[in-house]
């Protein structure tokens, strides 16, 4: 019996060296994680035009000019959607007016901890274009989520949205096969785990495609990199997936609105749904439109820093039948 308590007492002893071993490598990493965003604070200092929204500020980002003005929409959980769809814009900008909707929690806007509809964020992207003095109409391009945005947004203001290119978009029928309350568990212990500091230790470039899609100079990927170490999976993002269900609803109940439309598909990859369903939902939606079109491409979510340079061209092709 007393060599049972003495094993069981050294087996304590041990599990409470662990424990904490644990408390003090997470306080110095938490410690570490602040210092190093203190220092990095230079790097975030805005790209684009801030614009107070709601008493928040929003960034907005444009390059380029021409007769038609191509407002990108980024998906959930992208940290610096104004690098993010360099590596396509750049392509675009010499005929066309871009811009890039940094919502809240994303790239250099900032992080609010409020009700995040999908009808906030439209009213809050659209009073943004117009503060920042962007008239319509638009070319909507949604890459992910957004996809829902780009709808209720041509359903509502149908006037203001000449045509919709969907860059790998969710659609309604999406997040039928898609276990909201799951990746809503991720986000938040990714969030945590990021306050915490876990992204220091792991190499962020693998996280995405951005960072090898050639679009990026060095200088870019150490903001991306800022950015991504401040601000991913914050509340924001939580707070936005759970306003999904609400929205798909609300979208299904009126028409699918009948404008130009060009949607780029991916093989599935990263978005943890079987490639041939994620291609029939893209071709599903576009079935029934007077003028659609789905180009599918062999590579993951992020199309736009895999396939940029055909995504490009079809878009050019695509633009220019609009003026025909």
Known sequence: M?????????????LLGLLLLLVIFLTVLFLYNR?????????????????EIDGHDM?????????????????????????DFKSLYTKLSDTNRIVVIEKFGYGFSDVVDTERSFDTMLRQDRQALEKAGIEGPFILC??????????LWAQEYPDEVEALVGLDMALPDTYDILDLKEAERAEMLSGIAVKLGFLRIVNVEDMFPAF???????????IYRAIMLEKTCNVVIVNESKTIP????KIRSAPKPDIPTLIFSSDGTGVDVDGPVWVSIERDYAEGLTDAKVV?????????????????????????????
């Open 246 to 249: 609400e929205t798909c609803a």
């Open 2 to 14: 007393k060599t049972m308590k003495k094993a069981l007492r050294t087996i304590g002893r041990i």
């Open 142 to 151: 949604p890459h992910s989520m957004s996809g829902l945005e780009a709808v």
């Open 296 to 324: 599918e491409l062999d590579c993951g979510h992020y199309v736009h820093n895999f396939e940029q340079d055909r995504i490009s061209e079809e878009m050019d092709v695509f633009i220019a039948a609009l003026d025909e």
């Open 212 to 222: 090898t899609s050639g679009g990026l100079s060095a200088s870019d990927k150490d």
């Open 35 to 51: 210092m190093m965003l203190d220092r990095e604070e230079p790097l975030r200092v805005p790209l684009g035009t801030m614009v």
């Open 59 to 83: 960034c907005i980002y444009t390059e380029g000019e021409g007769e038609h003005t191509i407002v990108f929409l980024s998906g959930s959980g992208t940290p610096s959607p104004i690098l």
